[in-house]
């Protein structure tokens, strides 16, 4: 075996838990600096809430281009990696963050209020600890979202797309992701298999760490929990169904936490404010923005105006590209939808089958698509280029869409139906309401806000399964010297345009993706976001005074 | 004539002890029976059974002398807590359990308008739940059962989540309300923990105790409607019930 298989896990791992701390770390100071400003909350969490429902994907080409022009090549793209999957992850936790920091019990803050606990010292033994049960079980979904898009990203950099910032192999980031698609440019099956292998043992270790670390942190940082901190005598069945019990109870206290801050029982932070947290997080946000505007203008001025003339004339069929796009997305999260509905239904409902089957679904979740779809598509490839010779490179690219992201609303769902007062299901039995109306009056209108918040993050990793999909020329070079290529869409133009050297076209058609995906969030998934918190509210349908 | 009839029922949770054990219960036509007992012993979890919406470890429930195998909204319960769906009015709350009673749209809000209209909410068909009292919410899922044209009504502390006030003027309504002509009720089996509640509403009382719980007691409610609570026999019975329950027996 490869030695550079270990290290190279152990990088991308670093990277992953690298950039969660740093999102905790941040979180905290940002959700600090909320609560002890309502200026600074009213601008902090409606920018979030917005950010959170962009798919961060469709920066990316151009996220790396700013990086790349800024900074030296290598160092531009391990920063665009690094700050891409930030994004992926930040938002998560911040937001967790924040609503753990807004439900810490008032007599809490006037025991700290009342014995004088500066900044450090009420961050660190009241905010910081009461943020950590909700902390452990959001690093869940963010472990995944940061596996996923880290391994994205490094076959995006790794590839031809970026041929034309930094020659092949001179600037692409080494982790687990690369080196997978080096041993596949070079026909190294064995080195794929072990690094897939190195890939499994990694997820495997960290989701059972993870439960555990989760587990420990609800029985000692959470406030007024039926939780107590359980010893075990060691017995092998105990020990293996622990993680996903563990998941579960947190999975189980995800609509009570946010039955919560929905209640009204929020702190109302009126104390003294925080004048140096607050600015500085303002200096910080204002830089970030003149840093992304100062780029964009380099790039815009750094293109000749007939050039940009024609881009404006090229305008039509690019939206084309995207509306190309914009069907393919929708194709897979249809699928996952169908896919989410009617088998996390049945696992909701008969709890036999969903203990067995929902973790082999959560590691093959934390398990990313890229680095296994290339073998999918080596074995398939002679059956389907047979089968389907005209439409097998769209059956790849839905594959790998689906792959990516269909356990988001999945588990949402799933989540959602475990969160139904039982007095509904009782209801529904007892007037035999048949299957359609169950689905269509009770499950659906529960599940809304799960269902939404789901769809959110399952379309945003559509994109990033497409993203690479329609351009993947080095998938697999001893079976396919082309790779796998749609040229009718648009992440396929921005990356074959980047490999050209044609940035500014990129850039171009990635601004204009930018735009429709931040009309789209505020316009669609906000408003969708909003009906289901003002109207679908399931934990308002039992009322007990 | 009997209506309900369960026989010989027992409850045990899943490796778990037994709840209730030999529960011989029965209810005739036009009658109201409560079922009273310290916490603990089962009473929810009797309904429940009853209703099938949990099987019972052993013995049958009976309706019309046919034995109940699967949930039937010819048994309905109305839940402890008031369960009223938030993304329906009111009337669309009740019309939701007449999906499946081959009955034409129209028919069907009819109905609805009418079950609403029988428990005071006349008016107020197109209110959320949000839109509502607690009280009001309570009519919602008092018309939304009897709009399943249930032959049994299962009341599961069906006042204790209301106000005094509310739950009293409930209370004055509700056997009128639930034995109208209009509706297709035969028998009311209530669980309840307010033994004034049980005296004002009850024709007979089942009195469960232990630990599993067995039925200790019976006990006729002879008094004429409508019963006033400062009648001293209210009290005799009152004070019967209380000195059936044995509290320590929960321990």
Redesign the interface.
């Known amino acids: 075996m490869d030695l550079a298989i270990p290290f190279a896990t152990l990088a991308t791992l670093g990277r992953i838990f690298g950039l969660i701390g740093l999102s905790i770390i941040t979180g905290w100071l940002l959700a600090y600096a909320s609560i002890k400003s309502r200026s600074f909350e009213s601008v902090y969490i409606p920018l979030v809430n917005v950010l959170e429902s962009i798919p961060v994907i469709g920066f990316l080409p151009f996220v790396l281009v700013i990086f790349v022009l800024a900074l030296p090549a290598r160092f531009g793209v391990e920063l665009a990696v690094d700050f891409l999957v930030f994004d992926a992850v930040a938002w998560n936790i911040w937001i967790g963050t924040y609503q753990a920091f807004k439900t810490v019990p008032e007599h809490l803050i006037e025991v700290s209020d009342n014995y004088g606990f500066g900044f450090f010292k009420r961050l660190k033994e009241l905010y910081i600890p009461h943020s950590i049960p909700r902390l452990t079980s959001n690093i869940f979904s963010s472990f995944a979202d940061a596996f996923f898009y880290i391994s994205v990203s490094e076959v995006f950099t790794a590839g031809a797309a970026t041929a034309s910032v930094c020659p092949r192999g001179t600037c692409s980031t080494f982790g687990i992701g690369t080196l997978i698609t080096e041993y596949l440019s070079s026909g190294n099956f064995v080195g794929v298999y072990y690094s897939l292998a190195s890939i499994a043992i990694a997820v495997a270790v960290v989701t059972f760490a993870l439960s555990r670390l989760s587990r420990w942190a609800v029985a000692k940082y959470g406030v007024d929990t039926s939780d107590a901190i359980k010893r075990y005598a060691g017995r092998w069945r105990g020990r293996i169904a622990y993680p996903w019990r563990a998941f579960r109870a947190q999975m189980r206290n995800v609509p009570r936490l946010a039955a919560r801050s929905k209640t009204g029982n929020l702190v109302q932070e009126n104390r003294s404010h925080n004048g140096i947290a607050k600015y500085v997080m303002y200096a910080i946000l204002f830089l970030l923005f003149a840093y992304v505007l100062y780029s964009s203008l380099r790039i815009v001025i750094s293109v000749p105006v007939s050039t940009w003339y024609s881009f404006l004339q090229e305008t039509p069929r690019l939206l084309e590209y995207v509306g190309a796009d914009y069907l393919r997305v929708t194709l897979i999260t249809l699928a996952s939808l169908a896919f989410a509905v009617s088998v996390g239904y049945l696992l909701a409902t008969h709890r036999r089958a969903g203990d067995t089957i929902l973790p082999l679904i959560q590691v093959f979740a934390a398990f990313p698509a890229p680095a296994y779809f290339p073998l999918i598509f080596i074995f398939t490839l002679p059956f389907l280029e047979h089968t389907l010779p005209f439409i097998y490179s769209e059956v790849y690219i839905f594959i790998l869409g689906f792959l990516s992201c269909f356990y988001y609303v999945f588990f949402d769902f799933w989540i959602g139906v475990q969160a139904i007062p039982s007095e509904f299901n009782e209801l529904a039995r007892n007037h035999e309401l048949p299957f359609s109306t169950r689905m269509r009056r009770v499950i659906f209108p529960s599940t809304l806000p799960y269902i939404i918040t789901g769809l959110s993050s399952t379309i945003n990793s559509a994109w990033a399964g497409i993203a690479i999909g329609e351009f993947w020329p080095n998938i697999a070079p001893t079976v396919a010297p082309n790779g796998l290529q749609v040229p009718f869409g648009m992440m396929y133009y921005i990356s074959a345009n980047m490999a050209n050297g044609q940035i500014a076209a990129a850039a171009y058609v990635s601004i204009i993706f930018a735009v429709i995906v931040a009309i789209y969030g505020v316009v669609f998934t906000r408003n969708l976001m909003d009906l289901a918190r003002k109207k679908y509210v399931v934990e308002e349908g039992v009322f007990a005074a | 004539m009997v209506v309900l009839d369960c026989q010989e029922l027992s409850y045990r949770f899943p490796n778990s002890k037994t709840i209730f054990v030999d529960i011989n219960l029965y209810t005739a036509k036009d009658e109201l029976v409560a079922v009273v007992g310290p916490t603990g012993t089962g009473k929810s979890t009797l309904l429940?059974v009853i209703?099938h919406?949990i099987p019972p470890t052993t013995g049958r429930v009976f309706l019309d002398g046919v034995e109940v195998r699967r949930?039937?909204?010819r048994?309905?319960?109305v839940?402890q807590?008031?369960?009223?769906?938030?993304?329906?009015t009111a009337l669309e709350n009740v019309r939701?359990?007449l999906?499946?009673k081959n009955m034409t749209e129209d028919e069907a809000i009819q109905l609805s308008k009418k079950m609403l209209s029988l428990v005071g909410l006349e008016g107020a068909e197109n209110l959320y739940?949000?839109e509502m009292s607690?009280g009001m919410?309570?009519r919602v899922a008092l018309a939304r059962a009897l709009g399943?044209s249930p032959e049994v009504l299962l009341l599961d502390e069906p006042f204790v989540?209301?106000?005094e006030l509310t739950a009293n003027e409930i209370r004055k309504e509700v056997h009128e309300l639930v034995f109208n002509p209009e509706t297709t009720l035969k028998s009311v089996v209530l669980v309840s923990h307010n033994l004034h509640e049980v005296v004002q509403l009850a024709d007979r009382v089942y009195i469960m105790n232990g630990s599993p719980a067995r039925i200790t007691d019976v006990v006729r409610i002879d008094l004429p409607r409508p019963r006033d609570e400062r009648d001293p026999l209210f009290y005799d019975y009152v004070d019967t019930l209380y000195r059936g329950l044995d509290i320590r027996s929960i321990r």
């Open positions: 429940r209703a919406l949930p039937s909204s048994i309905s319960l839940h807590s008031i369960a009223t769906f938030p993304w329906m939701l359990v999906s499946d739940p949000k607690g919410r309570q399943a989540h209301l106000d």
